[in-house]
């Protein structure tokens, strides 16, 4: 999978590439990311790519015209590599708020790009006319796109067939059954007086997998009730589950 993203700050993303789970699949060509700095698409000396707002207010505004001239050349570096360009998305508070599902409707795009805004806004004309769609990671405000479209980016690197050591890791991920994750528990066996769950010693993997079941919904129903909620909209709750929140 091929990312494209356009940032101000490229450096930024060396967290990604470089480290962890998204460095090795970078390394072992399991994704790429290209970064493209809109300052390398500006004609003038100082390489401006932020003005005054119309109207007055705080801020500058990224301007139109380096974004636009930078989707152009990365659009045109895909044609000429003959990639298939996917998604313009814009990082952005009013954008929609992501989740896990998008996390694995983006790996199944193929190629993505990213638009990383800073300032105090992007123009809207160019948001109108590049822009596929927008994305937000919650209600808050950061400094620029850069932080959110890393943790986009993480999140759909790692559902990639062989990001992880073991493919099983992803699939009992929080969120990937719409609940919680379960407790997890590691060597030693007792730690200053807390002993490892016994059902988790037995070696039984139908109690344990029922234990991990019955921890995932108590947990999902004391710290985010609504995900039970959609969970339950979405039919993906069995009748043993319901039985067990009942029990509650």
Known sequence: MRFDV???FPEMFSALT???ITGRACEQSLTSVHLWNPRDFCSDARKTVDDR????GPGMVMMAKPLEDTVAGLKAAHQAANIKTGPVCLLAPQGERFSQKMAMDILNHGNFNFICGRYEAVDQRFIERNVDFQLSIGDFVLSGGEI?????MDAVIRLIPGALGDDESAAQDSFMNGLLDHP??????????????DVLLGGHHAKIADWRRQQSLELTLRF?????????????LTREDEQFLRSL
């Open 184 to 197: 997890h528990y590691t060597r030693p066996e007792i730690y200053e007086n807390l002993s490892v769950p």
């Open 224 to 236: 985010r009730p609504d995900l039970i909620e959609t969970a339950r909209a979405n039919g993906l």
């Open 53 to 56: 707002a119309y109207g007055g």
């Open 148 to 152: 959110p479209a890393m943790a986009v």
């Open 6 to 8: 356009v940032t101000l």
């Open 18 to 20: 470089q480290w962890g």
